[in-house]
């Protein structure tokens, strides 16, 4: 399953040498051996070893190029996600001024986003669902206790699916909880009793197992702290969360969760999430996360040990008032997605009984959380340390700020603390420590990215001690494979996912290309190249480093741009659409998704042509994509198939895919 390694470390070179000189004069003690082969002996094993080196270093540097490709992206797309923030506010401000139909749809869509929980007394919500004598999964039995936990760790492991009645009661027994909690927990130590903390997990369950294996189950004598990011991206978020839960429910004063920027319902649609929990169960999937939506609202928000170290999962700001955020209604943030912004800053829009909109003055969709305390959860969950001083926005997450150690002493002694320990970030070796030490980085999720692209890490900790911290990764099959294989395989996934990123932005980057090729020569100057893609793609990556892979260089060092795009194409669901329309609906498919899931309140998959032609108009004129409405129009007509009004969004969404060169006929990596 995996093994684990302490950090503890050394200077390594100077300790491998002394091994390898010890183990040659044991070799070369016998008395058969003259000191002239001694000495070859000797000349030989060091060469070897500094190949092997500069091999290891060769193979490193490789590894860090791939990181780079995989957290630049995952930052862009995360960027994307909150694109759809401005978007919403967007509206907000705006749908006053266009026509009764799209005012309709915008008040529609708000209300899908923001209306009252309409989520009915547990009893009756729960006599809906029956466990059935048939159902042979895990079952548990309420108030939990550690035998519930052991048994639902064995039914995981096995792969089952625990029942939706006990999803469902779980959720329920959580929410009551955590309503009684406060939005910072503070939790004491003692150096007989250690506290544990974990960073993102992200539906890794083996990493979790591989946690409790090393570390122990949570108990009153092994508190643990899970520090956000429990769910999205791994397949196995469902899992990940009940065991949490369960543990929790049974141990409420000895484990801790804190709140993510993945527990969020919207974070959900795109990340993957909600797509679990609706292919697991299918009948009763809506109600799960019609529950969980509210259950994310009452985590916690961050964790204060000894006084000393504040945990939380992103970071922090120059503004950051920890008084602010110990008082404010946590749970009235539904999502970072959707800000407070006061409606044409003056004017609310609500239906009256015939169904008409009217003006009400004065209302905010944050139902009562102010922009400041909504700025100050987003900085908490989103923001990065970095070493440079100061406080500046997250351009590469698009939410949040970079903060510099100037800011992380000012915070810190503000509020008498020691220490930030914080998650978030995926680090190669599972932590990093940063800041004078006085930021810690913690991530659990080992092989995030790629088998063998990070490995996991937890911290221990109690009073008046140094953390300790754990190492470890999650191993498969695959495992046994030489390691220039694996790495092979790492970076070939890396190059993949930057090309798709090309791709969609097929017409941006010729344009830009083109722009300096004044000879019309279809070739451009390697530096010229590398500042196009930037310019374009603002991925921040070392173009020049990566162009080997990415494409073709004469001997003069000249490239030849349009060979970036020699070996991947978009599919087009028809034939002459234009180009810059399939890339902008392949880029943005994303976003479209989540819109159109929320436009669709009855869950059908359905929208109606109407629906789709205003919501298009909309987001186009925000997202400034240039796509004039008759194309629209004459898309919705297209993909209407059976000619009823209304256009099923998914399958629709699925036609615009990327094909590789060497990937099978009809294979999508959309």
Known sequence: MGCGTSSKKGNKSKKENAELISSINLVTSASFITDHSRDLMIKAALVIQNWYRRYRARLRARQHYALAIFQSIEYSDEQGQMQLSSFFSFMLENYTKTNNEDSALVTRIFDNTRGESQIKDRDEFLGLIEVPDSYDGPRLQFPLTFTDIHILLQAFKQQQILHAHYVLEVLFEARKVLK???????????????????????????????????????????????????????????????????????????????????????????????????????????????????????????????????????????????????????????????????????????????????????????????????????????????????????????????????????????????????????????????????????????????????????????????????????????????????????????????????????????????????????RISLA????????????????????????????????????????IRIEKPMKDMKSNLTETMYRYRSDLKIIFNIIDSDQSGLISMDEFRTMWKLFNAHYKAHIDDSQIDELASIVDFNKDGNIDFNEFLKAFYVVHKYDKPGSSLA
């Open 180 to 522: 009684q909690m406060p939005n910072i927990s503070h939790v004491k130590t003692f150096p007989a009793k250690e506290i544990t903390i974990c960073g993102d997990l992200h539906g890794k369950l083996d990493d979790l197992m591989l946690i409790f294996y090393k570390n122990g189950l949570p108990s009153e004598n092994n508190p643990y702290v899970f520090n956000g990011d429990f769910v999205d991206r791994g397949n196995n978020s469902m899992e990940i969360l009940m065991i949490l839960l369960v543990c929790f429910l049974v141990y409420p004063s000895d484990l801790h969760l804190n709140r993510g920027n993945h527990e969020d319902f919207m974070m959900n649609l795109r990340y993957g999430f909600t797509k679990e929990i609706l292919q697991k169960y299918k009948l009763h999937g809506r109600k799960i996360l019609q529950v969980l939506e509210e259950v994310y609202t009452w985590l916690p928000i961050g964790t204060i040990i000894d006084n000393e170290i504040l945990v939380i999962h992103g970071g922090i700001s120059e503004s950051t008032d920890l008084n602010t955020l110990h008082q404010l209604q946590r749970n009235k943030m539904k999502s970072v997605l959707m800000p407070p912004v006061l409606i044409n800053q003056e004017t609310g829009v609500k239906k009256n009984k015939s169904g008409s909109n009217y003006v009400e003055p004065d209302k905010t969709p944050s139902e009562d959380l102010t922009k400041q305390e909504w700025e100050q959860i987003v900085d908490i969950l989103w923001s990065d340390p970095r070493g440079k001083k100061g406080c500046y926005p997250n351009t590469s997450r698009g939410g949040g700020c970079y903060f510099g150690p100037d800011v992380t002493s000012k915070v810190l002694s503000k509020n008498q603390l020691k220490m930030l320990i914080r998650s978030h970030e995926c680090k190669p070796d599972g932590y990093e420590v940063s800041h004078d030490g006085k930021v810690i980085t913690v991530f659990s999720a080992s092989n995030y990215y790629e088998e063998g692209s990070n490995r996991g890490a937890y911290i221990r900790l109690s009073y008046g001690t140094m953390p300790q911290f754990f190492q470890y990764q999650v191993t498969s099959t695959s495992c046994l494979n030489p390691l220039h294989q694996r790495m092979n395989a790492m970076e070939s996934s890396a190059f993949k996912i930057l090309k798709e990123k090309m791709i969609s932005r097929k017409t941006d980057l010729i344009n830009a290309f083109e722009l300096r090729d004044h000879s019309r020569s279809g």
């Open 528 to 567: 010229e190249w590398a500042f196009s893609m930037e310019s374009i793609l603002g991925l921040n990556l070392p173009w020049r480093s990566l162009s080997s892979h990415l494409v073709t260089i004469d001997s003069s060092g000249s490239v030849d741009y349009m060979s970036s795009f020699d070996d």
